[in-house]
């Protein structure tokens, strides 16, 4: 989810543009003091953000609004013309989605789905950060593309359990699963992402993380 005006209007199309539903707050805490998010969103990211140290100085605003996707992540237009040491990423969370997305939306979650779901969100704040310019660009134009999204996605939750979050990813993912059969989203053996099946067999390959 820095890019050119039309890397903007293309990704905003994607996550349905609406106003925000909710006032942001700023955080005082230390590791949060560049995110902003309203108050109730704060235990989850007091959980997340110890497993995404990288991050600890860079600003995301955090909204929550209606939208059709559940949550989406978005850099900054002005980041084509900040310093990578400014750029800003915005994470929307819906607060009514589409009929068949509304169980799944952040409010209808469990807390470890919550974290689990957020935690796939700082993973593309990670993912854009620790790249350039350049792969913001190319991740525009793969917008175009299903295939593209399949595995840009499927990447994003290897990120995720490569920062450690595979039992919240993994609640995620089933409860979601049970919730709107996302197998439906499996196509031609393609997953967009991971079922909690495949989020096992990642978990094993960090035997380092995933002690038990």
Avoid: C
Wanted: net charge positive; proline share 4%; hydrophobic share 35%.
């Amino acid at each position: 989810m820095v890019r050119l005006l039309l890397f903007y209007f293309v990704i905003s199309f994607s996550i349905g543009i609406s106003k925000s539903t909710a006032q942001s707050i700023k955080t005082s805490t230390t590791e949060l003091s560049q995110i902003q998010l309203d108050s109730s969103l704060l235990p989850y990211f007091e959980t997340l953000m110890p497993y995404f140290p990288e991050l600890n100085e860079v600003y995301i605003n955090v909204k929550q609004r209606k939208q059709m996707i559940p949550l989406t992540t978005t850099p900054s237009i002005g980041n084509v013309f900040r310093k990578k040491q400014n750029w800003k990423y915005t994470i929307a969370i819906s607060t009514e989605s589409l009929k068949f997305l509304n169980p799944i939306t952040v409010k209808n979650l469990s807390d470890s789905s919550k974290i689990g779901v957020l935690g796939h969100e700082l993973s593309h704040v990670s993912d854009f950060h620790t790249h350039g310019r350049g792969y913001m660009i190319k991740v525009f134009f793969g917008h175009i593309s299903s295939k593209y999204l399949d595995r840009f996605e499927f990447e994003t939750d290897h990120i995720a359990i490569k920062h450690g979050l595979g039992k919240y990813l993994y609640a995620w993912s089933t409860e979601t699963s049970e919730k709107i059969k996302q197998n439906k989203f499996k196509k031609q053996g393609k997953e967009r992402y991971m079922l909690p099946s495949t989020i096992v067999l990642y978990m094993k390959k960090y035997p380092e993380i995933y002690l038990n």
